[in-house]
Each structure stands twice: as C-alpha cells, then as structure tokens.
C-alpha cells in the first residue's frame, strides 16, 4: 500500500515537471520546435512504464499514471482570471491529450508484458 501510495506522489511529481517543461521551445529558420513538450511525453512514458516493475504490471504503471492523470485534470481547470498552469493553446492540449494517450498506452504495454519481480524469472530476450 505504501508502495503504490509513492507511486502516486512520483505520478504527481512528474506531472508538476512535466508543467515546468513543456512550454520550452526553440525557433529554427522560423519553425517553432517544442521540444519541452516532446521531451515531457517522453519522461511520462518512461516513468510509468518503469513504475511497473517494483509493485507489478497493472498495479504500479496505473497508480504513476493514475497520480499523473488526476494532477492534469486538475490544474487545467478553468478559472475567471484565465488560465492556471496549464495554458488552453496547442501545446497545453497536446500536454494534456497526448500525455493521456501517453500514459494509456504505457499503462496498456505494461499490462501485456510478462511479470518480473521477486521469485519471477525475467523472460529471455
């Protein structure tokens, strides 16, 4: 339970990093490259396709994910004064969309892998 509840905090974590992240970007030849964005789908990815091994495929890739999900919905809420932390443009959908899918689809891959952990033998390669 402890395990899980980590879990969750590292979902939120990364959810708080990936807000700092993903609105950096560079201007090459006038094209505008939002590699903050690319690079926090990225780390969400990996975090939650990592938070599977310690606690078990479903249970640790859907409490990160579940920490993450939540976090999101929650700072992107609408306000009077405009918006909070998450910005309503392209890059703030694309955080928010494709962070889901992102996180789907780590949470899907984890679930269909072969379990690894203690007394379980790690599949041959």
Same mark, same amino acid.
């Given at each position: 339970?402890?395990?899980? %509840?980590?879990?969750?905090?590292?979902?939120?974590?990364l959810?708080?990093?990936?807000? $700092?992240?993903?609105?950096?970007?560079?201007?090459v030849a006038?094209v505008?490259?939002? @590699?903050?964005?690319a690079?926090?789908?990225l =780390?969400?990815?990996?975090?939650?396709?990592? %938070?599977?091994y310690?606690?078990g495929?479903a249970?640790? =890739?859907? %409490?990160?994910?579940?920490? @993450?999900?939540?976090?999101? $919905?929650?700072?992107?809420?609408? *306000?009077?004064?405009?918006?909070?932390?998450?910005a309503?443009?392209?890059?703030?959908?694309?955080?928010?969309?494709?962070?889901?899918?992102v996180v789907? %689809?780590?949470?899907?891959?984890a $679930?269909?892998?072969?379990?690894v952990?203690p007394? *379980?033998?790690?599949?041959?390669?």
């Open positions: 339970m402890l395990l899980r %509840a980590g879990l969750v905090l590292l979902g939120v974590l959810a708080l990093l990936c807000l $700092i992240a993903y609105r950096q970007a560079w201007y006038g505008l490259l939002p @590699w903050g964005l690079l926090a789908l =780390a969400t990815y990996a975090t939650v396709r990592a %938070a599977a310690p606690d495929p249970a640790g =890739a859907m %409490a990160c994910g579940a920490g @993450w999900v939540v976090t999101m $919905i929650v700072l992107f809420r609408p *306000r009077d004064e405009g918006d909070y932390l998450l309503a443009d392209v890059r703030g959908y694309g955080l928010l969309l494709g962070g889901m899918l789907t %689809a780590a949470v899907v891959r $679930i269909g892998a072969p379990a952990g007394g *379980r033998t790690p599949p041959r390669l």
